[in-house]
C-alpha cells in the first residue's frame, strides 16, 4: 500500500521560515521524482519545487527561487521543502506528489499526500 504523509505546515509570520517534510512508504521511491504543489483558496494547484531521483537536479517555480530549497533522503524516502523569507502569499495548502518522471503539471504525478497548510501572516 502507498502512503505518502507531509508534515511540518504551520502559521508564520511574514519573513520567517518553515521546513515541510514528506515520507513516501510502500515502493521503491527513490528511483522517482518527488515535487511539492501548492493550493491556494480559489487557485489551481501549481508546482512549487521538484527535484529528480539522484537529488542533484532541481526546479522551481519562478514565485520561489532563491527563497525555497528542496532536498530528499532516499534511504528513508523522505523530501523537504526548506522555505525562507515566507511571504503571505506563499500562504495555501502544501502537497508532496511523487511521480516516475519531474514535470511541472499535477497530473504527471501518481502520488500524492493529503496536503499540509502553510499561513503566513504579516
Known amino acids: 500500500q502507498v502512503k505518502v504523509v507531509e508534515s511540518g505546515g504551520g502559521s508564520v509570520q511574514a519573513g520567517g521560515s518553515l521546513r515541510l517534510s514528506c515520507v513516501a512508504s510502500?515502493?521503491?521511491?527513490?528511483?522517482?521524482?518527488r515535487a511539492w504543489f501548492r493550493q491556494a483558496p480559489g487557485k489551481e494547484r501549481e508546482f512549487v519545487a521538484g527535484v529528480y531521483w539522484d537529488g542533484d537536479r532541481t526546479l522551481y517555480s519562478d514565485s520561489v527561487k532563491g527563497r525555497f530549497t528542496i532536498s530528499r533522503d532516499n534511504l528513508t524516502n523522505t523530501v523537504y521543502l526548506q522555505m525562507n523569507s515566507l511571504k503571505l502569499e506563499d500562504t495555501a495548502v502544501y502537497f508532496c506528489?511523487?511521480?516516475?518522471?519531474?514535470?511541472?503539471?499535477?497530473?504527471?504525478?501518481?502520488?500524492w499526500g493529503q496536503g499540509t497548510q502553510v499561513t503566513v501572516s504579516s
Open positions: 510502500g515502493r521503491a521511491f527513490s528511483t522517482y521524482a
Open positions: 506528489a511523487t511521480g516516475s518522471v519531474l514535470g511541472l503539471t499535477a497530473r504527471e504525478y501518481g502520488y
